[in-house]
């Protein structure tokens, strides 16, 4: 029996999949817009929000979701979550204008990261919260405010772990400093409480984390201060592959591979962050993200309702509501799951000296995922012609447009069933969080790819500007897995 061709299927939420399955409709919004395009889906971001809100709401007394602006740039998804009534974490002059735009008031707008004296200025000014990152902004801030104003004020820990240094945050051991500075400035400051964000999706670091923030708040007591706001920030997981099983297959593929077992499954001498050494492939890979399969909503509960031994085994939320805390977090990743996809066109097919196949797309590598990660789902090839293609699997690698040679948008291969085609598209799935605008590639003078809304009303799909989207009109029903065939309705007017 024939070994089944490696292959990493995509989880694609079931709207996006009847977009994609709508015969023409993809074509339609690239022949009207241009390739190529990202494409957002703010129903998906909606649900995800729904998911999310239903685990605080049945875990959490008091919480506050913050939506992490820099995920993404889409005003639709911004308005998204304004209408939706979250709050939003902004990290730079241009995020708290385009939440300002959106409708987002200053008591829903949290400002994090490293703040120059300019963007401190406006801040103040404009009465928003301000996450403070290191002393200097703390003690500029009490500076600055104004005698009969009260700046509202979390302030970012770190140091939770020794062996980790963050560039991020005021350590623990400055704590002292910081406090001093809090009680001095009570008429100017209105200290709200503690945050933190951590890279690390591992659960037991973030209630240590939480833990050490806890001890802070009774601290802080001591020092006249009545902090009533626990940021616990963002880092919960996607979900990318469809079949863990058969991730886990290619993976293993992948690595007899760089054994010199099997057939090359890697571009040039890329080894994907693993280094082999005495016969075996070690270390952790850089797409070490796309093996998980937790969902977001999963780790948020477990957290939740993690036991606290400091607390005599009382959970998470528990331990919060006893001491009248308002939980905050940061998603970004966790509602922007497959709410959005980017599509390019296939510009030409070649082969190398090889005999490898390259598919060159209107494309550049930086436009789908940041430089130091690898895209570990497959594409979806939607044909644009009807016969005449070569229908036996193929293994290709997909290639940008730029003339470096590191512009390889996959540098491992991916099997297709099919040989692709000039004119073809290709759809790569969930994009939507940091992918699209985190390192979106400029040079020669080529613009980013545009960014398009997507809506499912009136039983069709309905396709506009980015910025054109209107979140409050009247949505039809879903889609059907199995969309109706006929020709879609891209409508000029915005959604």
């Not at 241009?34 to 919480?63: K, T």
């Not at 193929?394 to 040989?419: M, Q, S």
Request: with cysteine.
């Amino acid at each position: 029996m024939t070994a089944p061709i490696p292959a990493l299927p995509a989880k694609i939420d079931p709207l996006v999949r009847a977009f994609l399955d709508t015969p023409g409709a993809v074509a339609a919004a690239l022949d009207r817009f241009g390739s190529p395009v990202h494409l957002v889906f703010p129903q998906v971001y909606a649900e995800n929000l729904g998911r999310f809100r239903g685990v605080l709401d049945r875990l959490l007394a008091r919480h506050r979701i913050c939506y992490a602006h820099k995920a993404n740039q889409s005003r639709a998804l911004v308005r998204t979550a304004a209408r939706a009534g979250i709050a939003i974490d902004a990290a730079s002059p241009q995020e708290v204008a385009s939440a300002v735009a959106a409708g987002f008031g200053p008591r829903r707008i949290e400002v994090t990261g490293p703040k120059g004296e300019v963007f401190l200025r406006d801040l103040i000014d404009r009465g928003v919260t301000i996450n403070v990152d290191n002393l200097w902004e703390l003690a500029r801030i009490t500076e600055l405010a104004g005698a009969h104003t009260k700046v509202p004020v979390l302030l970012r820990v770190s140091g939770f772990d020794s062996g980790q240094v963050s560039r991020f945050g005021v350590p623990i051991g400055h704590i002292e400093r910081a406090f001093d500075l809090l009680s001095a400035h009570r008429d100017r400051i209105t200290f709200l409480g503690f945050a933190f964000h951590l890279d690390s999706g591992d659960t037991n670091e973030r209630i240590r984390a939480i833990d050490a923030c806890l001890a802070l708040v009774e601290q802080a007591y001591g020092y006249g201060l009545a902090p009533s706001v626990l940021n616990i920030g963002g880092g919960y997981r996607q979900v990318f592959t469809a079949d863990a099983d058969r991730f886990d297959g290619y993976v293993h593929a992948l690595r007899e591979s760089l054994l010199g077992r099997g057939e090359p499954m890697s571009w040039g001498s890329n080894t994907f962050g693993y280094h082999v050494t005495g016969g075996a492939v070690h270390g952790i890979p850089v797409f070490h993200k796309y093996a998980n399969t937790i969902p977001a909503t999963t780790m948020l509960a477990d957290l939740c309702t993690a036991p606290l031994d400091r607390h005599g085994g009382r959970t998470v939320a528990e331990v919060a509501s006893d001491n009248l805390l308002d939980v905050w977090l940061e998603p970004g990743k966790a509602l922007l799951d497959h709410a959005g996809v980017t599509v390019a066109m296939v510009e030409f097919v070649k082969e190398v000296a090889d005999g490898t196949v390259l598919v060159n797309l209107d494309l550049s590598r930086d436009a789908v995922t940041p430089a130091d990660q690898e895209v570990m789902v497959d594409p979806v090839i939607l044909p644009r012609h009807g016969d005449g293609a070569e229908t036996s699997p193929v293994g290709v690698y997909f290639a940008g447009r730029l003339c470096l040679e590191r512009d390889l948008i996959t540098n491992h291969k991916v099997w297709l069933p099919a040989r692709p085609r000039r004119g073809d598209l290709v759809v790569f799935p969930n994009t939507g969080a940091y992918h699209m605008d985190l390192s979106a590639a400029t040079a020669s003078m080529r613009p980013p790819p545009i960014k398009l809304a997507v809506a499912h009303r009136g039983g069709d799909f309905q396709v506009c500007l980015d910025a054109d989207y209107e979140p409050d009109l009247p949505l039809g029903p879903p889609p059907h897995h199995t969309p109706p065939r006929r020709s879609p309705r891209i409508p000029t007017e915005a959604p």
